[in-house]
Each structure stands twice: as structure tokens, then as C-alpha cells.
């Protein structure tokens, strides 16, 4: 029913033209959960179909439960997760808006499940285009955040997450985030990992533990005496999994000759002026800085792969050769303090001995591409424009600003 | 199971020093079920009174396999427990038999949990769901749920100079049930342990989902006396008002038939939740409960059709 390249690969091949749902699709086929539990949302749709399509022809061997919301599809999720099984699920927008009680208790009870999510923004108005506010929404739920910028790191995400969420270390949920159409639907040429090679990076350390393995309570409730240790570890183990995210990265490497870190840098070891932005977006950043580099300026980006646990010192570090920085954020908080990216990116410029006052760049913000209005190469060439203007100047004429809005 | 000496005796996968309150009918019901089952038991619980009174860290009463998530979501978080035994027994990792259980009150299946009940149904999960029915949200303080009878004086349809209680009549939570065709359905009272565990060995051999409704007395929601509440079931199904039948495959068998029926205000006599309902103003609303006993036995007698 599902007539896609997916049909063409058969976990060997390499060089396949796929979509980032078709790859976020093959590699939860190649991952070999035992429970996929998910309902369907624009633009995620395709990710449920074709897993139940493997399921079907009995290429996975995993129970899909094509449940009868998101807040089931998490529910079944934890419970699977819990009973001892690996657990997959993915979702987009109002479907992670709607298991949100949920991804709270998936983190406090420390299973890694891991969820795709395809970017989308939130209603109301109803969108269906691309923005980060359902992933941002979900930013202090206590689940890693991944993000993707490209068909290629979504796939490579999704299969390391499994890794990271599953170290004894961490025991988290994992969020492999992607921008809904930009690049959940754009063909791109995919490096197809062997299903073999897969398992074999995967061999669970995972003990068999579990409802099904001993006769354990999961879901106390916690009174005073228990309940800020029991958050704590948490803090504790998102500490941890910075660690294990840049371990697994190297041994990805290893695998695959692709590098991942909890961010990556662009032209930004001697840049002056420079970008930080999540997703999809850095491609065009990069078009842009060569330009500007080929007229002798400076320009550089940062973009973020892991937005939580966030890279506190990694950001200053990155940034503080900087003069002037602008942070890219493709939601907003609402809170007239700009966006999520900002607001933390700003703090971790406070954060340590990298950011003495005097050498800390100046800061401005810039919202873009609410609901999948497109950004062009012209808006990012005024970006840069604007952050030459307060290196001249010294300073900023508008903190948070708002890019190809009309007002 | 022969005699309830043999089903008090036998060690408990539900141990005591619990915290429900005195004169609870969940403990009892819970600890009947358990009595019963023949493999290693996993409970799931929604959010209530159950679940905060056995599972306070470092402490649970459970010697079986436990979760619990939020309150809506019982129903779908036992169907992903089952899903992975499915899974991991066609894998090889486990070869051992399991009872899946979900456990919740009345709010959380009636009302927020409905639509994760109908889910379940519906996909067919080998659960068994009970349903302690205790007719309000007795948890939060004695909230009005819509199993909460018409009358009842509740933190939330309270008596007033304009008001003589909850205004509805409960939902037919049954009847939703049995339009997902699931293969057993029954209700059940802990009064009557006998007909409890054999509903509960039955529900527990059913391929499929089952579904049990047993009305649980709550002393503090219901205002009643605490040494009652075994009496108190037991008038609820001399008076009609809680019939026990069961329906297998679609056919339905009374279970118990009382030999004088007794009138419904022997029962919410023994409750002060009822207590206004006996003002004579208040005539009308007795007799209109009355009545809405008296149709729906006539209606039970009738589907059970002299089973």
C-alpha cells in the first residue's frame, strides 16, 4: 500500500532518495523495537503508515498499537516501556501538546522511550507548516531534545537516541526533532546504515528489567521527604547524558565517518558576527556566510544539535570570540523576553569563566518562520547586516525582533 | 475457592498496612480479585484513592507488578504492558504466563479515563478492568462524577435553597461497555465474595478484554457508618439497585435474585448523602429513584430472560 523508495532499500543499499518521515521510518524498522504505540498528525502521518506497513509484512517484529489519541499513544508507550520493552513513537504539534501530562511521567519514571518529532506549529490559529513551538513547549519536560537539520541527521539521530536513552546512565526519554515538511518531507540523499551493523551498535545494555522481569512498583507517590531527590536524579542524569550523547556521537563516528556533537560550529572559530539557529534553517546560513566571507566579513553559526540537556558551556564557548551574535528562534515565548533559544543561549553567555563581562558579544534576538513562513537568503543576509551595524556601534537597536512579519 | 476462610487465609499479592480509609470497600474487592488469580499479576492504577494510599515511597502494599501513570490513562497504560508481553513472548524473552489488570474508580472510567477504556476495548487487549465504582470523586473530597446517583448531595451538587442534590441520573457505564462487544462483562457487589471470585476467574480466562463494575462503598463519600459497608452492598442488591449479572458473549445471566425485594429507601436510608431525600418536599425525587430501580430491573430481567 505504501509505494515509496522505502521498498527500494532493503537495509543494505546505500544512497537511497528518501523522505525524513521514509527515514525516520526505515530506522525505527532498523532499530527492531518491541512496541510502537502512536496516532496520526500532520505532517507525521507518513512515520505511522509506514511503520504499520512493516509491521504488516512482517519486516519488524513489534506490536503496533494504533491507539485512539496521543495521550494514549504516550500512556501505552510508558506502559510498554516500563513492562521492559523498547518503545518507539512519534507524533507532531497538538499531538505533543496532548500527551503533555504524559511526557512528564515517561521522564520521572526514567524510560527511554524515544519519540520522533516532526515540527509543527501550535494552534490557534490551526497550522500545519513548520515551527518549533510544540517541541519548545516541551522543553522542561525533562526529556533529551535532538535536533535535526537534515534528512541524514535525523536518521542518524533517531538510531544514536536509542543508545543514549538506554545507557544505565541515563535512563531518559529522547525527542529526535525535525522540521515538519522542510524536511520531513524532502527527498535527500540517505547513507543507509545495514540493519547488522544497527544491532550490533544497539546491543542493549538495557538489563531485562521491568514488570514483566520482577514484581516492581513504578509510579509511588512521593510526599515531602522523597519527591526533590527523585527530580534531582533527574537533573543528575540529563548531566550525565551530555557525556553519553558525545560518546555515543564518537562511536557513531566510528560506524559511519559522521560526527555529531551536542552542537556544531560553522566558520566560527574566528568569527566576529555569527547566528545560532536550530534545524533546518542552518543550510541556508551557511549559503549566506560563504557569501559573506568571500567580501571579507567574518560571519560564522552555531547550530544547535541538543537543545536539552543544553550545552551551557559549549554555547559560551563557541560564542566567546564573538562580537556580536544573533539567536535565530523559529518560536516564541510569549513572554516579550524572546524566544527559547534565546533566552537560554543568552543565560549560558552569564555562565562561567568564558563569559567575563567585557569580552561577552552583544546579544540580539530574531523570531522567524512562524508557521512555516518562509525565511530567505535575503532575510539572513539582513541578520547579518543588523549584527555589523552593532559591532560598529557598540550596541542594539531592538533586543527581539521579528523577521519577514508584516507589522 | 470453597469458603472465604480459605480465600482470607491465602497470602496476600495485596498486603495490609495500606492506608485506605476504615470501611473502604476498595481493599476488599482488590484483595478478592488477587485471591483468585493462578499467574503473576501486573496492576495498573489510575490516579485515586487506590493508588495514593498503596504506593507511598519507599512503601507499596503491592507483591505484584505495579503501575501507576496518571488518571486517565489506566486503560491505555495496561494495554502497553500488554502489547510488550506480546512482543517479548513471540521474542523468546519471556515464557511465563501473566493476569493484566487495570484497576480505577468511577471518575477515572465513567468520566476522564472513558475514552482510554473505549481505546482498549476496542484493540482488544487481554485485561481484565475493574471498576471500583464508589459513585463520585471521593479522592479530591467528594466531587460529583457521573456515576454519582440522581439526588446525591456531593461537595459539587450540594443541597441548597435551590438545590436537592445531583440533578442527572448515573451513566449506564455497562451499557457503553457492551457496545464494544467485548466478550465478559459483569457487575459485581464484595458482599457477595462467592459470586465476586467466580466472576473474576472468569474475567481472568477471557481472551480478550473483560470488564467489572463493583460497587465499592466509600464511608466518608457516602456518609455512612464504617462498620456497614458489607451490609450496605448487600442492600444495594436486595433492594435492585445494584443487580449482579453477567453477560458472556453477548448473553446475559442474572446471577442473584433477591427473594423479597426490598425498597430502595432501606438503602439511602443508610446514608446521609441521601439524607435530604426523606423531607417531604422531597417526596417526588425518592419516588423517582424508586422508579428508576424498578425499570432498570425490569429491564435486567427481561435481557437475562429467565437465565
Known amino acids: 500500500m505504501v509505494q515509496t523508495a522505502l521498498e527500494k532499500q532493503s537495509g543494505s543499499g546505500k544512497g537511497t532518495a528518501l523522505s525524513g518521515n521514509e527515514a525516520i521510518a526505515l530506522a525505527i524498522r532498523q532499530v527492531n523495537p518491541d512496541v510502537v504505540a502512536a496516532y496520526p498528525i500532520t505532517p507525521q502521518t507518513d512515520i505511522v503508515q509506514y511503520v504499520a506497513q512493516f509491521v504488516a509484512d512482517g519486516q519488524v517484529d513489534a506490536e503496533f498499537l494504533g491507539v485512539e489519541s496521543e495521550h494514549s499513544a504516550m500512556s501505552a508507550c510508558i506502559g510498554a516501556c516500563a513492562a521492559g520493552a523498547r518503545t ?3 507524533t507532531s504539534s497538538q499531538g505533543l501538546a496532548y500527551m503533555w501530562e504524559t511526557l512528564h511521567i515517561a521522564s520521572g519514571m526514567r524510560l527511554p522511550i524515544v519519540m520522533a518529532v516532526v515540527n509543527r506549529a501550535l494552534s490557534s490559529p490551526l497550522n500545519i507548516h513548520c515551527d518549533h513551538s510544540d517541541s519548545m513547549g516541551a522543553r522542561d519536560t525533562g526529556w533529551i531534545q535532538i535536533y535535526s537539520s537534515n534528512v541524514q541527521e535525523a536518521y542518524d539521530n533517531f538510531i544514536q537516541a536509542i543508545k543514549v536513552a538506554e545507557d544505565p546512565e541515563v535512563m531518559l526519554p529522547v525527542m529526535v526533532c525535525m522540521d515538519g515538511f522542510l524536511v520531513s518531507h524532502s527527498l535527500e540523499n540517505l547513507q543507509i546504515i545495514p540493519d547488522e ?14 514488570l514483566l522481569f520482577q514484581p516492581v512498583t ?13 527530580r534531582r536524579q533527574i537533573i543528575a542524569a540529563m548531566e550525565t547524558a551530555k557525556g553519553v550523547l558525545l560518546r555515543t556521537g564518537k562511536s557513531f563516528k566510528d560506524l ?11 566558520r566560527i572559530d574566528d568569527a566576529e558576527i555569527a547566528v545560532v539557529v536550530i534545524g533546518s534553517l542552518s543550510g541556508s546560513v551557511q549559503v549566506v556566510i560563504d557569501e559573506l566571507r568571500s567580501e571579507g566579513i567574518k560571519a560564522g553559526m552555531v547550530n544547535l544539535r541538543v537543545f536539552r540537556p543544553f550545552p551551557v558551556r559549549e554555547v559560551a564557548s563557541a560564542l566567546s570570540r564573538c562580537r556580536a551574535v544573533a539567536v535565530l528562534d523559529r518560536s516564541d515565548s510569549l513572554s516579550t523576553g524572546g524566544g527559547p533559544l534565546f533566552i537560554d543561549v543568552r543565560s549560558a553567555l552569564y555562565a562561567g569563566p568564558e563569559s567575563r563581562g567585557a569580552e561577552r558579544p552583544v546579544i540580539v534576538n530574531y523570531v522567524y518562520g512562524l508557521g512555516g513562513r518562509l525565511v530567505s ?15 560598529s556601534s557598540g550596541h542594539t537597536t531592538r533586543l527581539i525582533n521579528y523577521l519577514g512579519v508584516r507589522e | 475457592m470453597g469458603h472465604i476462610k480459605e480465600l482470607a487465609g491465602k497470602e496476600g499479592l495485596f498486603t495490609g498496612g495500606h492506608r485506605l480509609c476504615a470501611g473502604c470497600g476498595i481493599p476488599v474487592v482488590v484483595r478478592q480479585f488477587l485471591a483468585v488469580t493462578e499467574h503473576p499479576v501486573i496492576v495498573a492504577a489510575g490516579t485515586g484513592c487506590l493508588q495514593v494510599a498503596s504506593a507511598i515511597y519507599p512503601y507499596t502494599a503491592w507483591r505484584t507488578g505495579f503501575i501507576h ?64 465504582d464508589n459513585e463520585g470523586y471521593m479522592n479530591t473530597g467528594v466531587q460529583a462524577s457521573s456515576a ?43 458482599a457477595h465474595w462467592h459470586d465476586l471470585t467466580s466472576k473474576a476467574k472468569k474475567a481472568l480466562k477471557t481472551e480478550g478484554p473483560s470488564f467489572i463494575n463493583s460497587l465499592t462503598p466509600c464511608p466518608r463519600g457516602w456518609r455512612s457508618e464504617t462498620h ?28 442473584y435474585r433477591p427473594r423479597i425485594k426490598r425498597p430502595l429507601a432501606d438503602y439511602l436510608r443508610t446514608q446521609a448523602r441521601f439524607k435530604h431525600l426523606f423531607l417531604p418536599e422531597n417526596k417526588d425525587i425518592l419516588e423517582n429513584l424508586q422508579a428508576s430501580v424498578d425499570r432498570q430491573w425490569e429491564q435486567i430481567l427481561k435481557l437475562c430472560d429467565g437465565n
Open chain 1, 88 to 90: 518507539v513513537t512519534a
Open chain 1, 197 to 210: 551493523e544497527i544491532s550490533s551498535f544497539l546491543i542493549s545494555t538495557r538489563d531485562q528489567s521491568g
Open chain 1, 218 to 230: 513504578f509510579g509511588a507517590m512521593d510526599l515531602q521527604d522523597y519527591y526533590f531527590e527523585h
Open chain 1, 256 to 266: 559511519t565517518g559522521r560526527a555529531y556533537g551536542l552542537l556544531s560550529g560553522y
Open chain 1, 377 to 391: 537568503l535575503d532575510d539572513i543576509r539582513r541578520v547579518f547586516e543588523e549584527l555589523k551595524r552593532v559591532v
Open chain 2, 69 to 132: 501513570s496518571a488518571f486517565a490513562n489506566t486503560a491505555s497504560t495496561i494495554s502497553g504492558v500488554e502489547a510488550a508481553y506480546k512482543a517479548l513472548k513471540r521474542k523468546g524473552l519471556t515464557d511465563k504466563e501473566f493476569h493484566f489488570i487495570a484497576i480505577a474508580g468511577d471518575g477515572g472510567t465513567y468520566d476522564i479515563g472513558l475514552q482510554a477504556l473505549s481505546g482498549m476495548l476496542e484493540r482488544g487487549h487481554r485485561v481484565v478492568y475493574i471498576c471500583n
Open chain 2, 148 to 190: 454519582t446517583p440522581l439526588g446525591a448531595d456531593t461537595t459539587t451538587t450540594p443541597v441548597g435553597a435551590r438545590s436537592k442534590g445531583k440533578e442527572r441520573e448515573r451513566k449506564d457505564i455497562i451499557g457503553i461497555v457492551l457496545a464494544h462487544n467485548v466478550p465478559y462483562v459483569a457487575q459485581v457487589s464484595p
Open chain 2, 228 to 255: 456497614i459497608s458489607m451490609e450496605l452492598c448487600r442492600l444495594a442488591v436486595d433492594t435492585c439497585y445494584w443487580p449482579l449479572f453477567e453477560v458472556e458473549e453477548g448473553v446475559w445471566r442474572l446471577n
